[in-house]
């Protein structure tokens, strides 16, 4: 049984172990997508929304592979992939990480909010502002600024009620 | 307490459309409500939670299934007893009562009124408006054939009316799509055909000589007696129980009965949590839970990891919900409904560690433990049977094709052994293309090769994913040929 399943969550050092990571030098040129979905499980909705033809799948059930070159981190796949497993992370502006989460819950999200950032165990890390938002089919693609180092960390938003 | 309300106005994800309010009476008590709710639902936004009682009249009962298949709600409606008051649709001025033991039979002619008596017949009978028979009744309508759906609940979908997330899998089987409105585009699909009958609160309860199949409808009290060339039954499955002390208090429930409390009527469930059981149903409960605004305490897994997918976890873990693996619940605790609910630690032998007890202070404990396919009509009707752990129970053995040892008796989805809505899509119309075939319909080259894309879709790719071997294993062992289906059949199998 991989660790992951006995845990609940996933760390970085797993998922590059499956690959699922891009290089340091491609997130600092610029945003991609990241797919936090190391199972082998039947879908491929992904694949069939990105507009780029970046993600390679040749079994439905095949782990999502996304190419660097191709991938241009437009966050089409962040509301539409049914796990919510995916992130865009965007280390092309110096002194912070630019991170795009999906996000399906109330108070719905503004630009120029300042929200808790969680890590995947669900512990704040830090805070963080809005600064860009958008929405298909009622799931939310929240843009936040967070803390440069925290980049492969922050992977949730909480906005606290007033 | 009745009085305060559990009705959620605003939700992330779906917008509530609640009817005309009306008010009913419940223990001679008024109630508000919304056309379109069920009783039950009603009562449990306003604050109860106690819905019968034992038998001996000591212990009191909650809601459970929510979807009319368990017994924890029969009460008394309009003076007739044993009414399940979760799929019972709310009218002005309707009088409930609590039931307390045995019911009083209903000898009043003011109560059993003549029941009108009706004779149809159909290319095509299909019992369940769930994701088989649904897709099964768009594919046969559209062939223009004669069908007749059968469904106890009061509106078709079957469980995908609760379910808010988006499906997975491939878009061409409805992959992306939130359950609840592939749901509703079905539904208003076969609405619209004129050769497809729906009929609801209608209960096939049994399969006769001649292929004759009894159904007892409600509001009106009606009673059809189908005669079709065809039958598919898609009668899904019902949630299964545990075994602990005091796991009949209320506030314990099926993790499907939350679902439709929340999701289908806009009633939250309770205000604190424990959930037990990872598998797909208990994780993607746990997410629609914070949705709704009730607080998850915690979700235990007997199992030393997740038993449903990891994306679903990730999703609950990255809002803090906590895990915890090799422990399930020993105990609740509450007088009339559960204020504390105990779990324990299990050692190898699945028997609690003294000592490793937690104890969590919740209104609400979700049984996320696995389902049980409704077998009962294809017992009833002389097919061939087998129990099969991997499929939750007893399903019916049946060809590639879907049909069981019963001539003409076709099954699909859940009630097949329990898998997704996604393969219960594609088993819905691998049975309706077979039907078609049967009966002569449509075109028989382009039905097969739909049929067999099917076929290989289900098999060679979909069912070949790691994550449901367990159900691909199951479906292998109930599933034969043409050949050793005649066998089965003269008995020599």
């Known amino acids: 049984m991989e660790d992951y399943k006995a845990r609940g969550y996933i760390t970085p050092e797993e998922l590059a172990g499956k690959g699922l990571l891009p290089s340091i030098e491609r997130l600092e040129k610029g945003p991609i997508a990241i797919a936090e979905c190391p199972e082998e499980i039947p879908c491929n909705i992904c694949k069939n929304v990105c507009p780029f033809n970046a993600i390679r799948m040749d079994r439905i059930y095949d782990i999502p592979r996304i190419d660097p070159d191709k991938c241009i981190g437009c966050g089409v796949c962040v509301p539409q992939c049914p796990g919510l497993a995916i992130f865009i992370v965007d280390l092309s502006k110096p002194g912070k990480a630019l991170i795009t989460l999906p996000y399906e819950f109330l108070p719905p999200p503004r630009k ?10 669900g512990r704040v890390i830090g805070e963080g502002r809005i ?3 958008w929405s298909y089919d009622k799931t939310w693609a929240v843009t936040v600024e967070a803390p440069r180092d925290k980049y492969m960390e922050v992977r949730a938003l909480w906005i606290p009620e007033k | 307490m009745p009085g305060s309300s559990y009705r959620i106005v605003e939700h992330p994800v779906i917008s509530f459309k609640r009817g005309r309010r009306v008010v009913f009476y419940y223990n001679d008590r008024p109630v508000e409500a919304y056309i379109g709710e069920t009783i039950l639902a009603a009562l449990y936004a306003a604050g109860y939670r106690v819905f019968s009682y034992s038998l001996d009249g000591k212990r009191p009962r909650g809601a459970f299934c929510m979807i009319g298949k368990c017994g924890s709600c029969l009460s008394i409606v ?3 007893p044993n009414t399940r008051i979760c799929i019972e649709p ?10 307390e033991g045995l019911p009083t039979a209903p000898l009043s002619k003011n109560v059993v009124e003549p029941v009108e008596w009706e004779e149809a017949e159909a290319d095509a009978l299909i019992i369940g408006g769930g994701p088989a028979g649904l897709i099964a009744a768009k594919t046969l309508g559209e062939l223009g054939l004669d069908v007749v759906v059968v469904d106890d609940q009061p509106r078709l979908g079957g469980q995908l009316v609760k379910q808010t997330h988006r499906f997975f899998g491939s878009r061409e089987y409805w992959g992306g799509i939130r359950g609840y409105v592939i749901a509703e585009k079905l539904a208003r699909e076969i609405m619209g055909m004129k050769n497809v009958r729906v009929i609801l609160q209608g209960y096939a309860y049994g399969i006769y000589s001649d292929n004759r199949v009894g159904v007892a409808v409600r509001n009106p009290l009606k009673h059809v007696i189908v005669k079709p060339k065809m039958i598919l039954a898609g009668t899904g499955a019902c949630e299964k129980t545990l075994w602990f002390e005091n796991n009949d208090l209320p506030g314990i429930m099926g993790a499907g009965g939350a679902q439709t409390l929340m999701n289908e009527y806009g009633v939250r469930p309770g205000d604190e949590a424990l959930v037990i059981g990872s598998g797909n149903v208990g994780l993607i409960v746990t997410y629609q839970l914070l949705q709704a605004g009730v ?9 030393d990891h997740i038993g449903g997918w990891f994306v679903h976890a990730a999703k609950i873990r990255r809002l803090g919900v906590e895990f915890y693996f090799k422990h399930t619940i020993i105990k609740a605790i509450g007088s009339d409904r559960v204020e504390k609910a105990v779990i324990a630690e299990m050692d190898e032998n699945y028997q609690p560690i003294p000592g490793s007890e937690k104890v969590f202070d919740v209104d609400l404990v979700l049984l996320a433990v696995g389902l049980q396919p409704n077998y009962s009509l294809f017992s009833q009707a002389g097919a061939a049977m087998k129990y099969v752990p991997e499929l939750g129970g007893l399903v019916p053995v049946r060809t590639w094709f879907m049909e069981t040892s019963i001539p003409g008796l076709y099954v699909a989805g859940d009630s097949s052994g329990v898998e997704e809505a996604t393969t219960a899509f594609i088993e819905g119309e691998i049975a309706a293309l077979s039907i078609a075939l049967r009966l002569g319909a449509g075109n028989r080259g382009v039905l097969i090769e739909k049929r067999r894309k099917l076929l290989d879709y289900l098999w060679k790719e979909y069912r070949q994913s790691p994550v449901v071997s367990r159900a691909r294993m199951g479906k292998l062992k109930v599933t034969v040929s043409e050949e050793e289906m005649e066998k089965i059949r003269r008995g020599e199998a």
């Open chain 1, 112 to 121: 120029g909010l300042i929200v808790k950032l969680l890590d995947r165990t």
């Open chain 1, 131 to 133: 600064v860009k938002v």
């Open chain 2, 78 to 80: 309009d003076g007739v």
């Open chain 2, 90 to 99: 709310v009218r002005e001025g309707v009088r409930v009562y609590r039931q």
């Open chain 2, 295 to 303: 607080r998850v305490k915690g979700l235990a897994e007997i199992m």
